[in-house]
């Protein structure tokens, strides 16, 4: 009788140990089970009347890794607002000598650079996350009428150049005819 007891509590033991490892979390499961990343991270904002962007950064000083992390954010909605980009490809060959002693070398490069120039004013960090291991979080959001506002102020600085420029040249010929030349 003491046998059969000893014989089932070992197997009730071996389906609980079992069975309390199968609830545990599964291997290649793609949930995160401990997260030191902000729930924003994961899951961007979309919205009608503003750009989002994150960046996130890991220095030793805190308030480089603060500036790094919203510049990278800033990079990101510029790139949003406006990107161009460029593109390179580079082939080269040689050969030299002839027959079986004959030698070629080759090489080839991709070279691609996207290049951003706004100006965003108006830009903030609205949302801000370090994590324990340090790392700086941050999203930074833009008005997108900010855009229409960077470009029609652009568009006065030019007509404000040119208006000067124009300026310059009738005071170079008035001035030309007083002197007589």
Known sequence: MRHKLTIWLTL???????????????SGSTEETTSDTPEWWFNPAVSET???????????????AQKVAQQRARD???????SSVQNE??????????GETAQA??????????????V??????????????GTVYIRVSYPKDGVDKA???AAKKEEA???EFKATQAFGRLEQKVSGN
């Open 12 to 26: 009730t033991v071996a389906l609980l140990t079992l069975w309390g490892c199968a609830a545990g979390p599964k």
């Open 76 to 82: 990101d909605i510029s790139n949003q607002v406006k």
């Open 120 to 133: 965003l004013q108006g830009a903030v960090s609205d949302k801000y996350f370090k994590g324990k291991d």
């Open 50 to 64: 503003h750009f989002y962007a994150f960046g996130q950064a890991k220095k030793q000083n805190p308030s480089l």
């Open 89 to 98: 490809i580079r082939d080269y060959m040689q050969e030299s000598g002839l």
């Open 105 to 118: 070398l080759e090489f080839s490069e991709n070279t691609t650079v996207a290049i951003s120039d706004n």
């Open 161 to 163: 150049l040119y208006n």
């Open 151 to 153: 470009l029609l102020n």
